[in-house]
């Protein structure tokens, strides 16, 4: 929050003891729902034809409670759907989206104006009861606390102090001679904010990327789903004080205001507004931007997962977590917020001129906007024996958890050099009898990160125990009583083997989209634009399954497998099925986690000419700046151009480092302003190291 200097209080729009909502009886909305905005879900076809109710067999997962009294369930062509119930006249309540909460206050006579939301074309008013707007925003006097942290010099513009409220700490921050205090700890995995970048308003996670407004603490980039709590400020007798909430103090997060569906009761069963095809990062992202910006019509998820969205680069990096550890959200948040998620739900077809998703069983769900956030399928090996048993892909808990469980105390052999392969060998070498891992190239990540920064990697994990076995393959998998016993190299080589992980890449799961009409490339990648949208209107595309025209690559066109990346397309998805008109911009961030040490990278590096590197690979303290030739800033209409001339125009197209934070955070905040970083200006701070020229690192180039 922004604040002139002066003793006065500045309230927050958002009340940190808890979100304002409004309670009223809608007498023409006729619901099924109680005012939790709970709703029976579509049970699995075996149940339907039996006619048993949502309480009588396990199935597809209840984003809620199931109501006392079951609803009839005649069988019909589709496997049976459920019958229109009696309607009955309920409290709805409205969770007020803060944009719309703050016209109202606004009203110009005073008196809170009709909030409408529009429910199949049809406008609904809800009007806010008429009260005065509270001074404090803070209910309860007992949860606050209020503490003077520092005298107004002691802050030069452009710095952060994490500062003791005595119950815990908040981020102070003076930009343009204001005073801005937020939550100390990234929401993501708690880094601290203070160690990350400040740059024109927002603040940059220094370990994954993650960006948050200083004025709101509103989340502007991923990955990540809560903002950062914000707390007043006030200046008196040139001493800066906070006052906050102690519960926020202890959380360091805070969920965005979010709107309810309200016309649950205009919808069949087999009919929704948004429909969304996977639950991952993306399609959770999508659900929740478009209720925080106020979407209060029907949203359905499904996914072929047995569990609710979850952290997925977890399955490699903590592989012994259980779904409820990694749960993006519990499963209370998508029955609070009318989210509804069908698990074990397989779509095997989208007919786009009836706006209709077919799904594996023959149950059908009509649609009027669609985002397809279906990820990819690991590629199988397609050597003889594949079919042995305990060989893996990781998919799921289920799949890590297993092979920990079986891993321990035994030979491993894992094949693929890949993100997930080295992170899984990287997690077992300390459990296992032995790991080895095979791979087709000469040096891991080679075309990644580079050979230089490959060999000090491959270097870390034989330290570790880890054995190579380069540019081979398996030929064969043996086995003894249905069991794996062998894995044999073409290279002649037979491997001692009692688990196997196979890493060696995915291709994207669209499959069931070949006859859609929907444009795939000649790699099964969806195509869409900057607002992610597919060549079919109302029908949208996001994660790992999609091309999309990266900016900071000149608007080519790029597959990004990344989990930030997945994150703001659905976010850039949602608002553009509400007609925002929003492109995506945002710098490509990813981090990869090996022997308590990460390596964070920025940029899209594919192609790369040259590597710069500054520090020690042998400490596995450096940062190395991917670097190529062409810039269109300096070839412009030109046929061709002198080496002098090629070198001037190499520019920086990504950045990894290890142990050398924050200074990937601080590129990418470099590039997502649009900002060039020239190869020459890289290699004078590397020559002259940290005495070097910095002015293209802190804005002030070009």
Same mark, same amino acid.
């Given at each position: 929050?922004?604040?002139?200097?002066?003793?006065?209080?500045?309230?927050?729009?958002?009340?940190?003891?808890?979100?304002?909502?409004?309670? /009223?009886?809608?007498?023409?909305?006729?619901?099924?729902?109680?005012?939790?905005?709970?709703?029976?879900?579509?049970?699995?076809?075996?149940?339907?034809?039996?006619?048993?109710?949502?309480?009588?067999?396990?199935?597809?997962?209840?984003?809620?409670?199931?109501?006392?009294?079951?609803?009839?369930?005649?069988?019909?062509?589709?496997?049976?759907?459920?019958?229109?119930?009696?309607?009955?006249?309920?409290?709805?309540?409205?969770?007020?989206?803060?944009?719309?909460?703050?016209?109202?206050?606004?009203?110009?006579?005073?008196?809170?104006?009709?909030?409408?939301?529009?429910?199949?074309?049809?406008?609904?008013?809800?009007?806010?009861?008429?009260?005065?707007?509270?001074?404090?925003?803070?209910?309860?006097?007992?949860?606050?606390?209020?503490?003077?942290?520092?005298?107004?010099?002691?802050?030069?513009?452009?710095?952060?102090?994490?500062?003791?409220?005595?119950?815990?700490?908040?981020?102070?921050?003076?930009?343009?001679?204001?005073?801005?205090?937020?939550?100390?700890?990234?929401?993501?995995?708690?880094?601290?904010?203070?160690?990350?970048?400040?740059?024109?308003?927002?603040?940059?996670?220094?370990?994954?990327?993650?960006?948050?407004?200083?004025?709101?603490?509103?989340?502007?980039?991923?990955?990540?789903?809560?903002?950062?709590?914000?707390?007043?400020?006030?200046?008196?007798?040139?001493?800066?004080?906070?006052?906050?909430?102690?519960?926020?103090?202890?959380?360091?997060?805070?969920?965005?205001?979010?709107?309810?569906?309200?016309?649950?009761?205009?919808?069949?069963?087999?009919?929704?507004?948004?429909?969304?095809?996977?639950?991952?990062?993306?399609?959770?992202?999508?659900?929740?931007?478009?209720?925080?910006?106020?979407?209060?019509?029907?949203?359905?998820?499904?996914?072929?997962?047995?569990?609710?969205?979850?952290?997925?680069?977890?399955?490699?990096?903590?592989?012994?977590?259980?779904?409820?550890?990694?749960?993006?959200?519990?499963?209370?948040?998508?029955?609070?917020?009318?989210?509804?998620?069908?698990?074990?739900?397989?779509?095997?077809?989208?007919?786009?001129?009836?706006?209709?998703?077919?799904?594996?069983?023959?149950?059908?769900?009509?649609?009027?906007?669609?985002?397809?956030?279906?990820?990819?399928?690991?590629?199988?090996?397609?050597?003889?024996?594949?079919?042995?048993?305990?060989?893996?892909?990781?998919?799921?808990?289920?799949?890590?958890?297993?092979?920990?469980?079986?891993?321990?105390?035994?030979?491993?052999?894992?094949?693929?050099?890949?993100?997930?392969?080295?992170?899984?060998?990287?997690?077992?070498?300390?459990?296992?009898?032995?790991?080895?891992?095979?791979?087709?190239?000469?040096?891991?990540?080679?075309?990644?990160?580079?050979?230089?920064?490959?060999?000090?990697?491959?270097?870390?994990?034989?330290?570790?125990?880890?054995?190579?076995?380069?540019?081979?393959?398996?030929?064969?998998?043996?086995?003894?009583?249905?069991?794996?016993?062998?894995?044999?190299?073409?290279?002649?080589?037979?491997?001692?083997?009692?688990?196997?992980?196979?890493?060696?890449?995915?291709?994207?799961?669209?499959?069931?989209?070949?006859?859609?009409?929907?444009?795939?490339?000649?790699?099964?990648?969806?195509?869409?634009?900057?607002?992610?949208?597919?060549?079919?209107?109302?029908?949208?595309?996001?994660?790992?399954?999609?091309?999309?025209?990266?900016?900071?690559?000149?608007?080519?066109?790029?597959?990004?497998?990344?989990?930030?990346?997945?994150?703001?397309?659905?976010?850039?998805?949602?608002?553009?099925?509400?007609?925002?008109?929003?492109?995506?911009?945002?710098?490509?961030?990813?981090?990869?986690?090996?022997?308590?040490?990460?390596?964070?990278?920025?940029?899209?590096?594919?192609?790369?000419?040259?590597?710069?590197?500054?520090?020690?690979?042998?400490?596995?303290?450096?940062?190395?700046?991917?670097?190529?030739?062409?810039?269109? /800033?300096?070839?412009?209409?030109?046929?061709?151009?002198?080496?002098?001339?090629?070198?001037?125009?190499?520019?920086?197209?990504?950045?990894?480092?290890?142990?050398?934070?924050?200074?990937?955070?601080?590129?990418?905040?470099?590039?997502?302003?649009?900002?060039?970083?020239?190869? /020459?200006?890289?290699?004078?701070?590397? /020559?002259?190291?940290?005495?070097?020229?910095?002015?293209?690192?802190?804005?002030?180039?070009?």
């Amino acid at each position: 929050m922004r604040l002139p200097l002066s003793p006065l209080w500045i309230q927050p729009a958002a009340k940190l003891s808890g979100y304002p909502r409004d309670t /009223r009886v809608d007498r023409q909305t006729q619901d099924t729902r109680t005012a939790t905005g709970c709703e029976r879900r579509p049970e699995p076809r075996k149940a339907r034809a039996r006619g048993l109710s949502c309480e009588d067999v396990p199935a597809p997962l209840l984003t809620c409670p199931p109501s006392p009294s079951p609803l009839p369930v005649p069988v019909g062509a589709m496997g049976g759907c459920f019958s229109k119930p009696k309607p009955v006249e309920v409290k709805i309540e409205v969770v007020i989206p803060e944009k719309e909460r703050s016209k109202e206050e606004m009203s110009p006579n005073g008196k809170a104006s009709p909030l409408i939301y529009k429910v199949n074309g049809t406008a609904r008013h809800y009007h806010l009861e008429e009260h005065p707007i509270a001074s404090n925003p803070y209910h309860n006097p007992k949860d606050v606390v209020e503490a003077s942290v520092c005298h107004v010099k002691d802050l030069e513009n452009g710095q952060m102090r994490e500062v003791d409220l005595g119950c815990g700490k908040a981020l102070l921050i003076k930009e343009s001679g204001e005073f801005h205090a937020v939550g100390h700890k990234c929401p993501h995995y708690g880094a601290p904010l203070v160690k990350g970048v400040l740059s024109k308003g927002r603040v940059r996670c220094p370990w994954h990327g993650a960006c948050f407004n200083i004025s709101t603490g509103d989340i502007e980039d991923f990955p990540g789903l809560d903002s950062l709590p914000r707390f007043q400020v006030k200046i008196e007798k040139e001493k800066v004080y906070i006052r906050a909430s102690k519960q926020a103090l202890q959380t360091q997060r805070r969920t965005k205001m979010m709107a309810k569906c309200i016309s649950l009761s205009n919808y069949n069963l087999s009919s929704t507004n948004v429909l969304i095809i996977g639950a991952g990062a993306a399609g959770l992202v999508c659900a929740e931007t478009l209720r925080q910006e106020g979407f209060s019509d029907r949203i359905v998820m499904c996914t072929m997962d047995r569990h609710l969205p979850y952290d997925r680069p977890k399955l490699s990096k903590s592989m012994d977590s259980h779904p409820e550890q990694i749960a993006l959200r519990p499963k209370e948040f998508f029955c609070t917020y009318d989210i509804e998620v069908l698990t074990e739900m397989q779509v095997a077809a989208v007919d786009i001129k009836n706006k209709t998703a077919v799904f594996k069983d023959g149950f059908k769900m009509e649609y009027n906007k669609l985002l397809i956030a279906t990820g990819n399928t690991p590629k199988a090996l397609s050597c003889k024996g594949k079919e042995v048993e305990n060989v893996f892909n990781i998919r799921t808990p289920e799949d890590a958890n297993r092979v920990v469980k079986l891993a321990t105390s035994k030979n491993v052999v894992i094949v693929g050099a890949s993100f997930l392969g080295m992170e899984v060998a990287a997690y077992l070498a300390e459990r296992a009898h032995s790991v080895s891992l095979v791979e087709l190239e000469e040096v891991p990540f080679k075309k990644f990160f580079g050979e230089r920064v490959g060999r000090a990697v491959m270097k870390m994990f034989e330290s570790n125990r880890v054995k190579f076995y380069m540019q081979t393959e398996v030929s064969e998998l043996r086995e003894q009583e249905g069991k794996l016993k062998e894995v044999v190299l073409k290279s002649g080589k037979v491997l001692r083997a009692d688990v196997c992980v196979v890493g060696i890449g995915a291709v994207p799961a669209t499959g069931f989209l070949k006859q859609s009409g929907i444009n795939i490339d000649s790699k099964g990648f969806i195509v869409v634009n900057k607002m992610m949208q597919t060549n079919i209107p109302g029908v949208f595309a996001a994660g790992d399954a999609v091309t999309f025209p990266l900016a900071l690559r000149n608007n080519k066109k790029v597959n990004v497998p990344h989990w930030q990346m997945a994150h703001m397309h659905g976010r850039i998805a949602a608002l553009n099925m509400l007609a925002h008109g929003m492109e995506i911009s945002t710098v490509p961030y990813l981090w990869t986690a090996m022997f308590g040490k990460s390596i964070r990278y920025a940029g899209h590096g594919e192609g790369f000419d040259d590597v710069v590197i500054q520090g020690d690979l042998d400490e596995l303290k450096f940062v190395a700046f991917y670097t190529k030739r062409g810039s269109r /800033r300096w070839l412009l209409g030109t046929r061709t151009a002198s080496h002098a001339e090629s070198r001037r125009s190499d520019e920086v197209v990504a950045v990894a480092s290890m142990n050398y934070d924050p200074i990937v955070s601080k590129v990418a905040e470099v590039l997502a302003a649009g900002r060039t970083i020239r190869k /020459r200006d890289v290699e004078l701070f590397v /020559r002259h190291g940290k005495t070097g020229d910095m002015s293209w690192l802190t804005g002030k180039g070009s």
